[in-house]
Each structure stands twice: as structure tokens, then as C-alpha cells.
T-cell receptor, first 116, second 112 residues
Framework: AQKVTQAQTEISVVEKEDVTLDCVYE???????LFWYKQPPSGELVFLIR??????QNEISGRYSWNFQKSTSSFNFTITASQVVDSAVYFC?????????????FGQGTTLQVKP | SAVISQKPSRDICQRGTSLTIQCQVD?????MFWYRQQPGQSLTLIAT?????????ESGFVIDKFPISRPNLTFSTLTVSNMSPEDSSIYLC?????????FGPGTRLTVT
């Protein structure tokens, strides 16, 4: 079975703190994609990153970084020097390849609150 | 990336009525997807809509409740039929192929 677990339901930090959002996934497939999305209070889903299962290189984009470890089936997301605008719900998702459905399996989401 | 629009952005509906949500994409896409996000919950795929064929529904979702149309490669509609308060959710349209998935702004539905 395929599953995505985000064990942290809510995280609260003070502005400028670093914060890591955990994501653990389960799949027997060897080819898949992993995603992170941000959902601000307005409700739209904002695409942050996609990672191919064959690419274990970590990635940094500004204050955002992602750590992909196949050995532990984890794809964690770190925000450095958090800002109030980072407050949102963050979803990790799994997409199986090849797939005729394009179905994304989402974790339950982590609500991040950044306080000024 | 694809630009996706949805109408309406939000609505308040009475129990027993139906609402049709429209999804428009700025480019031709093979697959379109409809997701539901109940309050405080994650996203769940309702169905996949391919142009020229019937939609494929996920377990727990049926065509009578959520009929879908896909008349061309840039447009789809989702109808929420015979609504109850449990249907209050955000409904999101999504497009993509393997490895790329983009979402519309969502339709926030409240059923009273």
C-alpha cells in the first residue's frame, strides 16, 4: 500500500527560527515522485518542489531546503530563518510512476505557524 | 506550468440542491483531476477525467453523486449532487502528467 505520513500536525515557531517538516512515505514501487505543496489560508495549493525517486540529491531554494533519504523513506523540508508569510499548511505527496491516473497521495499536512 | 481557473470560487448552498463547478485550463491537457478537501483534512482524489471517455472514480466516490464532464482538452465540470452538510469542502481541480501536478485555486463550498 502507498501512504504518506506527516507526523507533525502543528508546529509553532518564532520568526527567524529554522523549522523542519517531516515526511515519511511508503511504497513498494521503485519509481515515484515526491512533492511538497504549500496551502496558505486563501486555500490554493502552491507547488514547491518535485523529486524523482532516482535523484537523491538534496536541494536548496532560497530559504527552503529538502532532504531526500530513500534509506529511511523520508523527504523532509526545512525552512531557514522562518518568516510570518511562511505560515500555512504544508503537504507532502507521493505520485507513482508509471501511472495512468496521475493520482497524488497526500499526507495529512502540517500546519506551520510563525509568530512575529 | 499550467494556469487553472475555477468557478465559482465559493458558494453557500442549501441541502438537497446541486452545484456545478467549472475548471478551465490555459492549455490542452490529457488528464484532469478532481480532489476534495474536507475542513481541516488532507486532499482526496475524487476522480480522473479524460477527454472522450467516462471519468474514473476512486473508491468511495460515485458518479451519481459527483458527475463529471470533460467536453474538451481544456475544460471540465464537477457536479456535487443532492448536497448535504458533509459535502462542505474545498473542491480542487488539478492537471498534470507524470511528475507534474498543478492545482486550481479551489471552490469553497458550504452546505447549510
Amino acid at each position: 500500500a502507498q501512504k504518506v505520513t506527516q507526523a507533525q500536525t502543528e508546529i509553532s515557531v518564532v520568526e527567524k527560527e529554522d523549522v523542519t517538516l517531516d515526511c515519511v512515505y511508503e511504497t513498494r514501487d521503485t519509481t515515484y515522485y515526491l512533492f511538497w505543496y504549500k496551502q496558505p489560508p486563501s486555500g490554493e495549493l502552491v507547488f514547491l518542489i518535485r523529486r524523482n525517486s532516482f535523484d537523491e540529491q538534496n536541494e536548496i531554494s532560497g530559504r527552503y531546503s529538502w532532504n531526500f533519504q530513500k534509506s529511511t523513506s523520508s523527504f523532509n523540508f526545512t525552512i531557514t530563518a522562518s518568516q510570518v508569510v511562511d505560515s500555512a499548511v504544508y503537504f507532502c505527496a507521493l505520485h507513482l510512476r508509471p501511472s495512468n491516473t496521475g493520482k497524488l497521495i497526500f499526507g495529512q499536512g502540517t500546519t506551520l505557524q510563525v509568530k512575529p | 506550468s499550467a494556469v487553472i481557473s475555477q468557478k465559482p470560487s465559493r458558494d453557500i448552498c442549501q441541502r438537497g440542491t446541486s452545484l456545478t463547478i467549472q475548471c478551465q485550463v490555459d492549455s490542452q491537457v490529457t488528464m484532469m483531476f478532481w480532489y476534495r478537501q474536507q475542513p481541516g483534512q488532507s486532499l482526496t482524489l475524487i476522480a480522473t477525467a479524460n477527454q472522450g471517455s467516462e471519468a474514473t472514480y476512486e473508491s468511495g466516490f460515485v458518479i451519481d453523486k459527483f458527475p463529471i464532464s470533460r467536453p474538451n482538452l481544456t475544460f471540465s465540470t464537477l457536479t456535487v449532487s443532492n448536497m448535504s452538510p458533509e459535502d462542505s469542502s474545498i473542491y480542487l481541480c488539478s492537471v498534470g502528467s507524470t511528475g507534474e501536478q498543478y492545482f486550481g485555486p479551489g471552490t469553497r463550498l458550504t452546505v447549510t
